[in-house]
């Protein structure tokens, strides 16, 4: 959920977001995804030390309770500003989830770390799969602001991340 298909996903959606639902130039809209990227980007490196200190369940948990939370904004935002705070929430989230799930591969799967980590790329990466249609869907049937409805996909499948996340914590005690 956090790298191949949602990243990847919000990856193709922002610009498209950015320019029918905000109205913005397509440039700026590939900027704005571009920030996006970066940014998620960028905010794993630092996340990956969280992850060692406190742990890949822990920080999967929050890091997909944040990303639950900048779906919400992002759903429901009208404005620019409140939209761009959206963004940069969801890009926290991931960034922090890329870091935990890639702390935790080698504690669940020591003796096969490449194949686990293709694996989970292959399997988010299929993900972008559903991702996109199910969004495309939102604007099916609500049009323009179907483009931040949306992000209700991201509400929901972080949601159940946080479910999942509990509940390997819980049978890790």
Not at 61 to 67: C, G, T
Request: proline letters at 4%; one cysteine or more; a negative charge.
């Amino acid at each position: 959920m956090s790298f191949g298909g949602g990243f990847t996903s919000l990856s193709a959606w922002f610009p498209t977001y950015w320019e029918q639902f905000h109205e913005l130039p397509l440039t700026t809209a590939g900027l704005l995804a571009g920030v996006f990227i970066v940014y998620g980007s960028l905010i794993r490196v630092p996340a990956g030390s969280v992850s060692d200190r406190f742990g890949g369940e822990e920080v999967a948990i929050v890091s997909f309770a944040v990303m639950t939370l900048g779906g919400a904004i992002m759903t429901f935002a009208a404005g620019f500003w409140p939209a761009i705070l959206g963004m940069m929430v969801l890009g926290t989230g991931m960034g922090f989830a890329n870091a935990a799930v890639f702390e935790l591969v080698p504690k669940f799967v020591p003796e096969a770390v490449g194949g686990a980590s293709g694996w989970i790329s292959g399997i988010g990466g299929g993900g972008t799969l559903v991702i996109l249609p199910l969004m495309g869907l939102f604007v099916d049937l609500y049009g323009k602001v179907g483009y931040a409805r949306g992000f209700a996909v991201f509400i929901l499948l972080s949601l159940l991340c946080v479910i999942v996340a509990t509940a390997v914590l819980n049978s890790a005690l």
